[in-house]
């Protein structure tokens, strides 16, 4: 049997100019983090001279950026780094995803910035080639390495004229292509530099025109911890007020000292746009990482923007975002317990400032609440809630009403309010979460009861009239039933305060889907309106000509009008007088009027109208 050789290996094909297009052009968000790249390779430089020269010369060790001058200028980044020797510049720059200094050089990897060797590619966003000239801390002859966007480079030892002169470090030069002039002249580049370099832990200065600087580089406050955060205080709010646009109503220190994390947490003295998320302002050593980066914080912490440095959490890639490992979770988890814990002693210290707070807040405090027991215990008993007698604090609620009754929604609320006793009310829980707050209670207030209100149980719990007026009231009920059969509704009559208002218009929830499945039916094209139709059908009493899928207008027996109602004989003015009182109890209770409510209620106008001009 003969044996088959096993397949032999074959390398892959790379088309060097699309990588440097792929990784240049398309791994980064856009072209203005080239000097992002480029000053984040310089401070990584300098950082290691400093491990290989802990002495230092007597000088601050710097890096410096001569903007271009105009078209065909030449941008340059100078750094006093440890520089390179010619063969450390032909596997850095010329290997695409080789790890940086700290290899080469036997360096540490903490403290470096640069992770995937492939930065300087994100130059050819804005140049068509690149020019490095570097003389290493080791004594080797300086070296120029010239990179082109085809994928072609070359390098050479400087010797002779062109090494004298070079000092210990770095030089990049750029020369803008014209679309790009506006990134690499005084103003594109000092801004540049002003926003990833900001609060980087190197001198960063950028050159003027007339020769003079300006240094971006300044100590990041918000990062201040101990006594320094202390003398600190009022640079920390005005960083606050600049990044928030307003006062901020508190500052939160942060600190993961396991994963190198430090900040601040401003809280917003605003409430966030419905559905917006937390956008934090993520520095890495000082570098910008992003300013909007939504996934550095628990996602129930909408009322802060946090601005925090890291060196031990580990960045993307293109350097925009951080990797979602076990390190970030700590993190996130670490930074969400502080703001946690601002809120709770909060509540200890300053129980006035808190209900400030959850004013602003409340609408999604009501959703942190329902999952967090411990916040729970100190922020609900601030929140509000809407109840038939107004609106309550839920600790004025609970003290004032040991059971607690509430709906599921706005549309049951409108209707059992005005059928709820002053004394036993009923709260609003049709908004978002607010029956889940209700729900709650319980477990926060002892002796508190919860139970919920619909329909159907406040129309049993009314007064049913008299035994003497029985026969009077079923004479009205078919009287009545009859004139609103044509708009689904049924007509009952009650006892209950206060007697001027005759009537109200009630539908269970059953009742209220059967009308919102047949207003849809109405706009639907013919397929849908078949489909809708089948569903009524299905549905509980859909198909029954009465109810629970039918809503009903109680009409009031303590009212006056409808006991005048009840006596007349005229059947037309009970009929028309029944439909004003069945359109006026729909647009009491936010109802919206069908085309057959509308019919009838031009019809019983017309009516009248015509009766009056007949006498």
């Excluded at 440095?309 to 317990?337: K, Y």
């Excluded at 059928?419 to 207030?445: E, K």
């Excluded at 109405?522 to 299905?538: M, T, Y």
Aim: proline residues 7%; hydrophobic residues 45%; negative net charge.
């Amino acid at each position: 049997m003969t044996e088959t050789a096993p397949p032999s290996a074959r390398p892959f094909q790379v088309d060097l100019r699309g990588v440097v297009d792929l990784l240049g052009r398309h791994l980064y968000s856009g072209p203005r983090v080239y000097l992002r790249e480029l000053v984040q390779n310089a401070r990584d430089a300098v950082h290691a001279r400093a491990d290989l020269e802990p002495d230092g010369t007597g000088r601050p060790w710097e890096v410096r950026i001569h903007p271009a001058a105009g078209p065909g200028g030449v941008l340059r980044v100078v750094d006093d780094g440890a520089g390179l020797t010619a063969a450390e510049v032909g596997d850095l720059l010329a290997t695409v995803g080789r790890s940086s200094k700290r290899d080469l050089l036997d360096l540490p990897r903490e403290g470096l910035l640069g992770r995937f060797g492939i930065g300087l590619l994100s130059c050819f966003m804005v140049t068509d080639e690149i020019i490095v000239r570097s003389r290493s801390v080791r004594g080797d002859a300086p070296v120029e390495w010239v990179g082109s966007a085809d994928g072609t480079f070359s390098v050479r030892e400087l010797t002779g004229p062109e090494a004298e002169g070079i000092p210990v470090g770095t030089e990049v030069r750029l020369a803008a292509r014209p679309d790009d002039v506006a990134l690499l002249d005084h103003d594109g580049a000092l801004g540049l530099a002003r926003t990833y370099a900001r609060f980087l832990d190197v001198t960063v200065r950028v050159a003027r025109p007339e020769g003079t600087w300006d240094t971006v580089t300044q100590e990041p406050v918000f990062a201040a911890t101990g006594e320094r955060r202390a003398d600190l205080a009022e640079q920390v709010r005005a960083f606050g007020r600049d990044l928030v646009g307003a006062e901020p109503f508190d500052t939160i220190e942060l600190a993961v000292p396991a994963t190198g994390t430090r900040g601040t947490a401003y809280v917003l003295p605003f409430a966030p746009p419905p559905g917006a998320r937390q956008a934090s302002v993520v520095h890495l050593g000082g570098m910008l990482l992003d300013d909007r980066w939504d996934g550095l914080l628990p996602d129930w912490a909408f009322f802060v923007r946090a601005v925090v440095d890291t060196t031990g959490l580990r960045p993307t890639a293109s350097r925009e975002a951080l990797v979602e490992d076990d390190a970030l979770e700590l993190t996130r988890a670490e930074l969400g317990a502080a703001v946690r814990r601002w809120v709770l002693e909060l509540g200890l210290r300053r129980p006035g400032r808190l209900a400030e707070f959850v004013a602003v807040h409340e609408r999604s405090l009501k959703g942190l609440v329902v999952h967090d027991d411990e916040l729970a215990s100190f922020v609900l008993r601030w929140l509000r809630l809407e109840t038939s007698v107004g609106v309550l604090t839920v600790d004025e609620l609970v003290t004032r009403y040991p059971e607690v009754r509430y709906t599921e929604t706005v549309d049951e609320f409108r209707q059992v309010a005005a059928l709820a006793p002053p004394d036993r009310p009923v709260v609003n829980g049709g908004y978002v979460h607010d029956a889940d707050v209700v729900r709650r209670l319980p477990d926060v207030f002892d002796g508190v009861r919860v139970a919920r209100a619909t329909v159907e149980d406040a129309l049993d719990a009314l007064d049913v009239p008299p035994l003497d007026d029985r026969a009077t009231v079923a004479r009205l009920e078919d009287r009545a039933g009859t004139v609103l059969d044509a708009v689904g509704c049924d007509v009952v009559v009650r006892r209950y305060e206060p007697a001027d208002v005759p009537a109200l218009y009630l539908a269970g929830r059953d009742a209220l889907r059967a009308l919102d499945r047949g207003a849809a039916r109405r706009v639907a094209p013919a397929l849908w309106a078949g489909v809708l139709g089948k569903a009524s059908e299905a549905a509980p009493g859909g198909a029954t000509p009465s109810g629970p899928a039918r809503p009903r207008l109680c009409l009031n027996w303590s009212s006056p009008l409808v006991r005048t109602l009840a006596a007349t004989d005229d059947d037309a003015v009970l009929a028309r007088t029944v439909q004003l009182l069945y359109v006026q109890a729909l647009l009491a209770g936010h109802r919206p009027l069908r085309p057959d409510d509308r019919a009838l209620l031009t019809g019983a106008l017309t009516d009248l109208v015509q009766l009056s001009a007949a006498r």
